[in-house]
């Protein structure tokens, strides 16, 4: 299995490649998009600066620096969808991207882009971003004959859904599952709000019973409701993008099932946060590649779970399970 | 126009006994009052039944049977809603599918999973193939403040706000490739839906768009423990059938629900007098939801 790091400046590549990344992904947003486009129709899922690189020279000094160490480089081009302006200016960016940086893979949400990328026949490969909803084999078989070579599996899905998808398709496709980082109370795929206007589950106020309450529904059973959706999204937005005492950053992970992962095929685990500061980005690999050392060694999963949770000093987090990806 | 109805049960169409001006009464009046002044047409010409967000709420054997039976007595035909679906739940929709293609085998679906519609192409190629709104992406954020936009002067914009996945002839190519019939989408909240797809045939919902949906389902997880909270369930007791909410976010630029595991934006009067003549004009056809109904 591979390490899939996010990266966001020049300056990151060497600590994330010696710390072990295999694999880096990286967002783009020029200037001339923003002129263009806007500041609410963004080119990939996370568009502040601190996310993306807006320069073409930073990018290809990002691959270089890369393939210098055995590393491949992924361009998320992720947003749900794109206009038809936008869709026209992507796919020049594509050819340019491989042509004069040498990405080594585009990863894909929108159909209609990847029906066109499909029908370019770029040299690059195409990953489908995890806001592709592959929920089910043969929506990975379908996303395969549309030239997709890899799928990022949603975290939505649970570890046996996974297990189902990833044995069904078997050499096929490659797979990428989430490590760590960030968690979504909705699905990405399903979602149609904008993180140009800020995380929508945070401003969703407070609810009220529409109609006549059900019996057993009352204001303080709401309350009570409440209580834990705000808990959940605390853990789901990295614990309040809070570190534990040792440095190693809080939030959403897979860290426990890394044996389950290596023993079914997956090929990659991804770790969330392009946006994250370069502090956040060094405890994430850290973690990540403490856990990977072991599944690589082969441990047992039971051992590489001990390993985990003794790992993020979060029992309490860890138990209730709230900040665990696949959940089922 | 033709006018279908999403029920939640076939026991509500029954008591309901399907009369679209006392449907579109019940379910509209609360929210528009006496303002709407929209006479539907006399009856119904399709009933709607499963879901596009939740696989709990697919019909089982006896409920399947139940809605026959009442598109028998109605002289409706019948539309199944289906959500994604993981393999595991395909597998247990297997006796549904087969059923409703055996029962009726001209039969339309609709589909909002790639995998799904692969499997019913390949399985019950007699069914007929809607494409459904969870596969149209685009802009439905309900915070978006238009007063602060300066839209007119911005074609950017309004192409984002207009347009949508069903809109490209990508799409279009694809999906005719697919076997699609039809096209369904919601009325987007700040651009103009296009009406008309040809080839395909269109749908729209009202009076609810969608904004955005998951597998974890808050509602399901009132009053459970711990481990059956925030996580995709593998059976439910289904309390959204009669809980709705309200959300009362501060940016909300439109009235926002909560059913289930779904946030719905409910249409502004001028949406759905626009929409409403719109549609009589033309041959689309109108999905009513009654959400809790």
Known sequence: ?????????????????????????????????????????????????????????????VVTLAHRKGAVVHMALNAPFYTDDALAFLLGLCRKAVEKTGIDSIIVSDINLLVRLAGEALPVRIHLSSLGSCFNARSADFYRSLGVRRIILPRQLGLSDIRRIVAASGS????????????????????????SLGPFCLAQGEPSIHGSPPDGISPAFLAEGMKDLREYLWTQNNCGSSFQADGLPNGPCSLCRFGHFRDWGIHAVKIVGREASFVRKLGSIQLVKAVMDEARKGAGHEEIARLSRSLRKTPELCHKGFMCYFRE | ??????????????????????????????????????????????????????????????????????????????????????????????????????????????????????????????????????????????????????????????????????????????????????????????????MEAPPFQRSIYFPFGYITSGRICWIASFGQPASRK????????????????????????????????????????PM???????????????????LSL
């Open chain 1, 1 to 61: 299995m591979r390490i899939v790091a996010p990266v966001s400046s020049t300056s990151e590549v060497e600590m994330l490649l010696h710390h072990g990344a295999d694999e880096l992904y990286l967002g783009l947003a020029t200037p001339e998009w923003e002129t263009r486009f806007g500041h609410h129709l963004w080119m990939n899922r996370r568009s502040s600066s601190q996310a993306n690189f807006s320069s073409w020279q930073d990018i290809e000094e």
């Open chain 2, 1 to 194: 126009m033709e006018l279908a109805i999403h029920l939640r049960s076939p026991e509500i169409g029954v008591e309901a006994n399907l009369r679209p001006a006392q449907l579109v009464a019940k379910i509209l009046e609360p929210f528009y009052g006496k303002d709407l002044h929209w006479m539907p047409p006399p009856s119904l010409h399709r009933i709607y039944m499963g879901d596009e967000f939740c696989p709990h709420r697919l019909p089982g054997p006896a409920e399947l049977e139940a809605y026959c039976a009442l598109s028998d007595m109605m002289g409706v035909p019948l539309t199944l809603l289906t959500p994604v679906l993981t393999d595991d739940e395909l597998d247990r929709c297997t006796p549904l599918f087969d059923a409703f293609a055996d029962r009726m085998p001209q039969a339309e679906v609709v589909v909002n999973d790639w995998g799904v519609l692969s499997l019913l192409r390949a399985m019950y190629p007699s069914l007929r193939l809607a494409a459904g709104r969870v596969l149209d992406k685009g802009f439905k954020d309900p915070r978006l403040d238009l007063r602060n936009e300066a839209i007119a002067a911005d074609d950017a914009l309004k192409q984002m706000l207009e347009g949508t996945t069903f809109t490209r002839p990508e799409f279009q190519s694809l999906a005719q490739h697919m076997g699609i019939e039809r096209l369904e989408s919601d009325l987007l909240p700040y651009g103009g839906t296009k």
């Open chain 2, 272 to 290: 759905m007098r626009d929409l409403l003549e719109r549609a009589s004009n033309g041959s689309i056809r109108l999905v009513l939801q009654g």
């Open chain 1, 172 to 195: 096929n496709m490659e797979f990428e599952v989430f490590a760590l980082n960030d968690g979504c109370y909705f699905e990405e795929g399903f979602c149609r709000t904008s993180h």
């Open chain 2, 230 to 269: 925030f996580v995709p369930l593998k059976s439910c007791r289904g309390p959204c059938r009669e809980l709705m909410l309200e959300l009362h976010g501060n940016s909300f630029q439109f009235r926002v629900f909560q059913n289930g595991n779904t946030i719905f934006y409910l249409y502004t009067l």
